[in-house]
């Protein structure tokens, strides 16, 4: 029937016509936003292969452009979208800026896919998958099925967490049971690992910075 979810895997006994999925590209995780939350009733999958890098860019004068603009034209035809360096170095100050980042969170299922029973929809990362915040940022997986991590995830002295959905749901009492668990593959790789960052200021003395790991 239409409207009918068929699992990967599935064999039918005849030919279906199948709808398209929907699809994100790593564009839409870099529009300046500082979170970013995608949520699949049915499941989700970061596709094998994909390299999700979650940043947060900002608006750039291009000032050539700029003094070309008629007089009362949009000022923003002069801007352009620009992701600055991890740190800004400040070399008469001796100081190191870190730019602003953003945070992802993935969610397949929902409250209601838990206390209305039926199959529970999986959240996969696939392998050679890689997905990546700023440091100090972090990558949240939610589910109420199976999870399975084959990819990458990296989250430089910031935060990776696996959680299941229903805590905190008013209808905890009806919540049903399943037989998901968290799948690590043994390609897949959880990384939050501290960052440090030197440079020469304006005398020639080094300094710098060092962020602490993460935790998951």
Do not use: C
């Amino acid at each position: 029937a239409a409207g009918t979810l068929v699992r990967a895997g599935s064999s039918l006994p005849q030919t279906v016509a199948v709808g398209p999925l929907f699809h994100l590209d790593t564009a839409h995780f870099q529009q300046g936003f500082a979170r970013y939350e995608v949520m699949g009733s049915d499941g989700l999958v970061v596709a094998k292969g994909a390299d999700l890098r979650v940043t947060m860019p900002v608006l750039q004068a291009d000032f050539a452009v700029a003094r070309a603009l008629a007089s009362g034209a949009d000022p923003r035809a002069a801007l352009a979208p620009w992701v600055p360096p991890l740190f800004a170095e400040d070399v008469e100050k001796g100081l190191l800026t870190q730019r602003g980042g953003a945070d992802l969170v993935l969610t397949a299922g929902s409250q209601r896919s838990m206390t209305e029973g039926g199959e529970t929809p999986t959240l996969a990362v696939a392998e050679g998958a890689r997905v990546e915040v700023d440091a100090g940022h972090s990558i949240v997986l939610n589910g109420n099925g199976q999870i399975n991590i084959d990819g990458e995830l990296r989250a430089p002295g910031g935060h990776i967490g696996v959680y299941g959905l229903g805590f905190g749901n008013d209808d905890a009492g009806h919540l049903q049971g399943h037989d998901g668990s968290v799948w690590v593959g043994n390609k897949a790789l959880l990384d939050v690992t501290g960052v440090a960052h030197t440079a020469v200021d304006e005398r020639g003395r080094r300094y710098g910075a060092v962020l602490d790991g993460g935790h998951i």
